[in-house]
């Protein structure tokens, strides 16, 4: 593991990346000003801790990650997450609220840290496209419902999806017409924009027409601002919580790991690929862990990436790194020198910046997708959504983790499995269900099972086979298992194959042989006596060399 990646391609920087880098950098800069004051109101804070989260994890993983364009730092979707789980135990109290939010960045910075040491960036895979799809819709939908009273002046109370539907049904008289229109321009600026002129930073573009037209408005027209804004740049400090939070907070900051590296190396990856280079799944696990202990001490929140902050330096041509110190230039002159410029931003605008980012994530042509390839895992989908919205997101993951889980045990239990027929065309064997020109050996049966054989799924093995040389026509002499597809196998497998191979041998069956099994598979079979010379199951190199040993054989006959 590589500790400085990115130090690696500064120092190799050609004089022809400046320009693209530095034209990139300050639009992700114009883009995380915004973002940054409302994903941390997202996250129950005052907005100037969403600078304090983004302003040194973009500097570190500028020297520590291996994307050359993740748009690392606040996110909706972790920001919600860790107010879930700080609300819960910080009892109302705003000073405990924010210390415990910059442990819990450092308690998630801790467990990435510690399974990038333990090389477990595979968990990545953990989370099914079908699940992913469904937990970023219920985000999506959560982040909708959470702005409703900033952006209409509704009083919300209700901390849930549906509940906060039905106090915005019995409140509409009490709609604020300006924070609305306030709220509704924006969202509509942003919109636009992102259609329009998608490399323009849109949020910034609203936000800052709609501090100036409430600025205009007389005593601006009792539509809430943000309010003041310190000045300066965060002081590195621990957070003073006791072991009993830690513990508390443990669960929110796994599951934030888990969302937030598996969406970090989807993103990356995906703007990896059509640049040219490669992402490393523990480096970047690596990379999250230190940026948030970097966020951590500097008085921030939870950080992971953004898609839209992602794919805009790419579509810049940028090349580098380059375009988050650029950003961190840019955001650090914001908060050293604007700070009461902020302080006049309306929080309706706010508001609709996170509502665009809402509408965004919730992925309807992923479920469009999902219906055309399998209804199931569409419904599936579903489930993971409404798993969020109903319960809250940190169960939401849970729910997603468990559902992945389950997808894939069923899988593995019950895989496919086929009858193999001879195609000389081709020279090799093919599935007789698919391909009517396969020709079946009488006398032969040779079949193939499409998955490691282990407890899950050894009795459907040893029924499968069975039931095939049952409905199978003609009476069987042979039967070669085609091993291919199994990788691996466990002890409850190799008893339920010796038991097999007794049975069929009781029924009359003359040979069980075993065709291109690789060498672990053939050296267990080999450790509990079942390979020959000394067991019943006879190995061929190949499918057609069981073949022709029948067809001797036979003749010999």
Do not use: C
Not at 95 to 113: D, H, N, P, Q, T
Not at 312 to 337: D, Y
Not at 469 to 478: D, K, Q, R, T, Y
């Amino acid at each position: 593991m590589n500790v400085l990646p990115g130090l690696a391609v500064l120092r190799s920087y050609q004089r022809g990346w400046w320009r693209p880098d530095l034209v990139a950098g300050a639009t992700v800069g114009a883009m995380l000003v915004p973002q940054s004051m409302a994903y941390a109101e997202l996250a129950g804070l005052p907005p100037v801790h969403g600078f304090y989260a983004v302003l040194v994890p973009l500097v570190v993983y500028a020297l520590v990650g291996t994307s050359r364009h993740l748009g690392v730092g606040p996110e909706p979707g972790t920001a919600i997450l860790a107010a879930t789980g700080v609300g819960a135990i910080a009892s109302g109290d705003p000073a405990r609220y924010v210390v415990l939010m910059a442990a819990l960045a450092l308690l998630v910075g801790a467990i990435a840290v510690l399974g990038a040491v333990a090389r477990l960036g595979f968990v990545a895979s953990v989370l099914s496209k079908p699940v992913l799809v469904g937990y970023i819709t219920g985000v999506g939908l959560t982040l909708l419902s959470s702005q409703v009273a900033a952006f209409s002046g509704v009083p919300i109370t209700a901390d849930r999806f549906f509940p906060r539907v039905l106090q915005l049904a019995q409140g509409l008289g009490s709609v604020h017409l300006p924070t609305l229109a306030v709220g509704a321009g924006s969202l509509a600026v942003v919109l636009v924009l992102r259609t329009v002129a998608p490399r323009v930073p849109g949020a910034l573009v609203a936000v800052g027409a709609a501090t100036v037209v409430v600025a205009l408005l007389p005593d601006g027209a009792g539509v809430p601002l943000v309010g003041e804004v310190p000045q300066g740049l965060p002081v590195p400090a621990l957070p003073l919580v006791g072991a009993g939070d830690l513990v508390a907070l443990l669960p929110v900051a796994a599951g934030i790991v888990l969302v937030g590296f598996t969406d970090n190396v989807l993103t990356a990856r995906s703007v990896a690929a059509r640049q040219g280079y490669r992402v490393d799944p523990n480096q970047e696990l690596l990379a999250l862990g230190l940026t948030n202990l970097s966020s951590g001490l500097t008085q921030g929140f939870p950080v992971s990436s953004s898609a839209s902050r992602t794919a805009v330096p790419a579509a810049l041509g940028s090349r580098t790194q380059v375009v988050s110190l650029t950003a961190a230039v840019l955001v650090a002159a914001t908060l050293l020198f604007l700070g009461p410029a902020l302080g006049q931003v309306p929080r309706a605008a706010l508001a609709a910046v996170v509502v665009a980012a809402a509408i965004a994530i919730i992925d309807v042509p992923g479920y469009r997708s999902l219906w055309r390839v399998s209804r199931s895992e569409a419904l599936l989908a579903g489930v993971a959504a409404l798993g969020v919205i109903v319960a809250d997101v940190l169960v939401g993951v849970l729910v997603a983790v468990g559902l992945s889980v389950l997808v894939a045990l069923a899988r593995m239990a019950r895989p496919h499995d086929a009858v193999l027929g001879d195609r000389p065309d081709l020279d090799g064997w093919v599935e007789v269900e698919t391909d009517p020109r396969a020709r079946v050996e009488p006398g032969l049966l040779v079949y193939r099972f499409d998955a490691p054989l282990f407890f899950l799924n050894a009795e459907r093995f040893r029924s499968r086979v069975l039931a095939t040389l049952e409905a199978n026509p003609g009476e069987e002499e042979w039967l070669v298992l085609d091993l291919e597809g199994v990788g691996d196998l466990d002890a409850t497998a190799l008893d339920e194959l010796g038991d097999l191979v007794e049975a069929l041998r009781t029924e009359g069956l003359q040979r069980v042989a075993v065709a291109r099994g690789n060498a672990k598979v053939l050296d267990r079979l080999r450790r509990v006596g079942l390979l020959a010379p000394e067991g019943p199951l006879h190995p061929y190199a190949t499918i057609n060399a069981a073949v022709r040993a029948f067809r001797a054989a036979r003749d010999a006959r």
